[in-house]
C-alpha cells in the first residue's frame, strides 16, 4: 500500500531554470512532511519540511508546497545548479505514529 | 555536525548466516529506526524504536528480525538467517524526538546475501 505517490520517476532541467519535483499521498492523518536528497551509496539527507497547519515553507533555493485539500506536495528549486542532481524522496508522518513513509523517489538531472 | 553512523558499509554473508548491522545513532536522539531499500526499489521502512523497545514494526520485520541498543549508543539489526532477498541497503536513522522533527540517516550498510 503506496500511501505516499511520487509518479515522476525522472526529471531533467537546465541549468539556472525551475526544477519541481511533486507527491501525493492518501493518507488524511499525515501532518508532517518532508523532502530528502540522496546521492548514489549514500544515506538520505534532510532537505526541507513543512507542517500540516502551513502551506509554504522556503529555506534558500528551496520551497516546499503543500494542498491538503488535494493531497499533494511540491517541491521547487530555484535555480537548479548541477549539484542538485540527486533523487529526491518525499516523506510524511502522522502525529500520533513514529514511522516515515516514504515515496519511491524522483531521480533529477540538472544539465549544465 | 553530530551525524549517524553505520557499520560496516559493506557486509557479504552466505545465505542461512546470522549478521549484526550496527548503527551509532546521534546522542540526544530519542527514536531510533531501521529503513532499506532493494536495488531500484523504493525506501522501506523496518522498525521503530523508542524508550528501548520497539514502537512500529512493519510487515517485513519478521521473526528473523530483531534490534537492540545494548549499552546506550548503539542501535543494532540482527538478521538471524539470511535469504537472498534480504540484499538490500540498509539505513539507520535517529530523531530528537518531539513534534516535527526530522530523522536523520546513516550512510547505509550494503548488504549482499550469496
Known amino acids: 500500500d503506496q500511501q505516499v505517490k511520487q509518479n515522476s520517476p525522472s526529471l531533467s532541467v537546465q541549468e539556472g531554470r525551475i526544477s519541481i519535483l511533486n507527491c501525493d499521498y492518501t493518507?488524511?492523518?499525515?501532518?508532517?512532511f518532508l523532502w530528502y536528497k540522496k546521492y548514489p551509496a549514500e544515506g538520505p539527507t534532510f532537505l526541507i519540511s513543512i507542517s500540516s497547519i502551513k502551506d509554504k515553507n522556503e529555506d534558500g533555493r528551496f520551497t516546499v508546497f503543500l494542498n491538503k485539500s488535494a493531497k499533494h506536495l511540491s517541491l521547487h528549486i530555484v535555480p537548479s545548479q548541477p549539484g542538485d542532481s540527486a533523487v529526491y524522496f518525499c516523506?510524511?508522518?502522522?502525529?500520533?505514529?513514529?514511522?516515515?513513509?516514504f515515496g519511491t523517489g524522483t531521480s533529477l538531472t540538472v544539465i549544465p | 555536525e553530530p551525524e549517524v553512523t553505520q557499520t560496516p558499509s559493506h557486509q557479504v554473508t552466505q545465505m542461512g548466516q546470522e549478521v549484526i548491522l550496527r548503527c551509532v545513532p546521534i546522542?540526544?536522539?530519542?527514536?531510533f529506526y531501521w529503513y532499506r531499500q532493494i536495488l531500484g526499489q523504493k525506501v522501506e521502512f523496518l522498525v521503530s524504536f523508542y524508550n528501548n523497545e520497539i514502537s512500529e514494526k512493519s510487515e517485513i520485520f519478521d521473526d528473523q528480525f530483531s534490534v537492540e541498543r545494548p549499552d546506550g549508543s548503539n542501535f543494532t539489526l540482527k538478521i538471524r538467517s539470511t535469504k537472498l532477498e534480504d540484499s538490500a541497503m540498509y539505513f539507520c536513522a535517529s530523531r530528537e524526538g518531539g513534534l516535527n522533527t526530522e530523522a536523520f540517516f546513516g550512510q547505509g550498510t550494503r548488504l549482499t546475501v550469496v
Open positions: 546522542s540526544n536522539h530519542l527514536y
Open positions: 516523506a510524511a508522518s502522522v502525529y500520533t505514529g513514529n514511522q516515515f513513509y
Open positions: 493518507n488524511s492523518m499525515f501532518d508532517y
